[in-house]
Nanobody
Framework: QVQLVESGGGLVQAGGSLRLSCAASGRDFSINDMNWYRQAPGKQRELVAAMPSGGATNYADSVKGRFTIFRDNANNMVHLQMNSLKPEDTAVYYC??????????????????WGQGTQVTVSS
């Protein structure tokens, strides 16, 4: 079974920076796209940054120019560098990935995986 584990959340003052990391672990898998979502209290989960396999990255308008998503394919990791943080960036951030795994009878299929979430709090 494949797992996604996030790290790097915490409390930071407005204008500060944080880097989130997500590591995929398991057996017999290959990663397609890797993404970051966030969910603030009382709001729906939203896509923050997406990094398709072999495609262009894209960002939510609210984070363009401040956040950068990048992958470390050798270590099956994705990172989110967050600069110039604002109080409205406060949320639980989730790593998401579409991963090709082996099912019953070693038949491959693509499944959607989520990390457990990491809290980011930006104080004003």
């Amino acid at each position: 079974q494949v797992q996604l584990v996030e790290s790097g959340g915490g409390l930071v003052q407005a204008g500060g920076s944080l880097r989130l990391s997500c590591a995929a672990s398991g057996r017999d898998f290959s990663i397609n796209d890797m993404n970051w979502y966030r969910q603030a209290p009382g709001k729906q989960r939203e896509l923050v940054a997406a990094m398709p396999s072999g495609g262009a990255t894209n960002y939510a308008d609210s984070v363009k120019g401040r956040f950068t998503i990048f992958r470390d394919n050798a270590n099956n990791m994705v990172h989110l560098q967050m600069n110039s943080l604002k109080p409205e960036d406060t949320a639980v951030y989730y790593c998401n990935a579409h991963i090709r795994v082996l099912g019953v009878g070693a038949v491959p299929y693509v499944a959607n995986f989520w990390g457990q979430g990491t809290q980011v709090t930006v104080s004003s």
